[in-house]
């Protein structure tokens, strides 16, 4: 991927896979940065049980919300589409996050805004776009209007951006734990539920709406259909950590294969200055490497 720009779009499960991008190009996320992996004696395991028995959960914990965040925070259910947060990492790849959450006509005007201003600054479109975005909707909008909405988005960004490869993650359940409570089971989430339902739905809309828009489908479930039962790599209410998230990634490139050559010129990032035009302070986090 050297040369290259991968802009990543999306929600929590977005940024994950954005973490196991640049982790798989430096070996780790910079320090505070979101980060995919689960360690060994992680206080902030994602999911688990304490000392006494009982079940926890890392990831939704607010003492440890930074160290599968970092600084890139949700949007306060959706409520907040101006102080978003926005990710660069530059080495000899150049990686973007934005964050979306809900594929509302003024969700998506905010993220296309943002979108067109990274490129006008770059003077050139990304060379990829990795979309996650649809389970806001799920959970949050009728459920009439989440198939529609993803046509929406998928069809703004291929209006914004014609020549740039898009590819929608896919949406799949997390494999199940044979036993509620069972220690010796990894992952977590409910085998049915609301969300599950509407995913069953998301994945064929998810697949005409990426053919309407001439864009690629990550099928998750081939993923999290052979996922093993490993600490370090659980998944969650379809948030894929460790090798969950980095079969994400490793699918995604193997689609990438027929891009273009990549251009040689350097990567230009921003000043502080001209951040501050198209970011609200504090939202912005960039890091290049030597």
């Known amino acids: 991927?050297?040369?290259?720009?991968?802009?990543?779009?999306?929600?929590?499960?977005?940024?994950?896979?954005?973490?196991?991008?640049?982790?798989r190009d430096a070996g780790e996320t910079p320090p505070g940065w979101p980060v995919h992996r689960v360690?060994?004696?992680?206080?902030?395991?994602?999911?688990?049980?304490?000392?006494?028995?009982?079940?926890?959960?890392?990831?939704?914990?607010?003492?440890?919300?930074?160290?599968?965040?970092?600084?890139?925070?949700?949007?306060?259910?959706g409520r907040n589409v101006r102080k978003v947060c926005a990710?660069?990492?530059?080495?000899?790849?150049?990686?973007?996050?934005?964050?979306?959450?809900?594929?509302?006509?003024?969700?998506?005007?905010?993220?296309?805004?943002?979108v067109h201003k990274l490129v006008s600054e770059a003077s050139a479109p990304p060379d990829a776009v990795f979309l996650s975005t649809g389970l806001w909707d799920m959970q949050m909008a009728s459920a009439h209007l989440v198939c529609p909405r993803m046509?929406?988005?998928?069809?703004?960004?291929?209006?914004?951006?014609?020549?740039?490869?898009?590819?929608?993650?896919?949406?799949?359940?997390?494999?199940?734990?044979?036993?509620?409570?069972?220690?010796?089971?990894?992952?977590?989430g409910r085998r049915r539920s609301k969300l599950t339902d509407l995913m069953a739905g998301g994945e064929a809309c998810g697949l005409n709406a990426t053919r309407a828009a001439d864009a690629s489908y990550l099928d998750v479930g081939k993923i999290t259909g052979s996922l093993p039962n490993m600490r370090?790599?659980?998944?969650?209410?379809?948030?894929?950590?460790?090798?969950?998230?980095?079969?994400?990634?490793?699918?995604?490139?193997?689609?990438?294969?027929?891009l273009p050559q990549a251009t040689t010129q350097p990567v230009r990032l921003p000043n502080a200055t001209e951040l501050r035009q198209f970011w609200s302070p504090g939202t912005y986090r960039m890091q290049a490497a030597p």
């Open 151 to 188: 046509h929406l988005v998928l069809q703004a960004l291929r209006a914004e951006l014609p020549r740039t490869q898009i590819a929608l993650l896919g949406f799949a359940p997390c494999p199940e734990c044979p036993l509620d409570h069972d220690r010796s089971c990894y992952h977590w």
């Open 232 to 258: 370090s790599s659980p998944c969650g209410t379809v948030h894929l950590f460790g090798a969950g998230s980095e079969g994400v990634i490793s699918q995604w490139y193997a689609s990438l294969a027929g």
């Open 39 to 77: 360690a060994a004696g992680d206080e902030c395991e994602p999911h688990g049980w304490d000392a006494d028995g009982n079940e926890r959960w890392g990831y939704y914990s607010a003492g440890c919300m930074s160290r599968w965040k970092g600084g890139c925070l949700d949007d306060h259910r």
């Open 87 to 114: 990710l660069d990492y530059v080495s000899k790849t150049r990686y973007t996050f934005v964050w979306h959450s809900l594929n509302t006509k003024l969700h998506m005007r905010s993220m296309l805004s943002r």
């Open 1 to 23: 991927m050297a040369g290259r720009w991968l802009l990543f779009i999306g929600d929590s499960r977005g940024r994950i896979a954005y973490a196991a991008a640049v982790a």
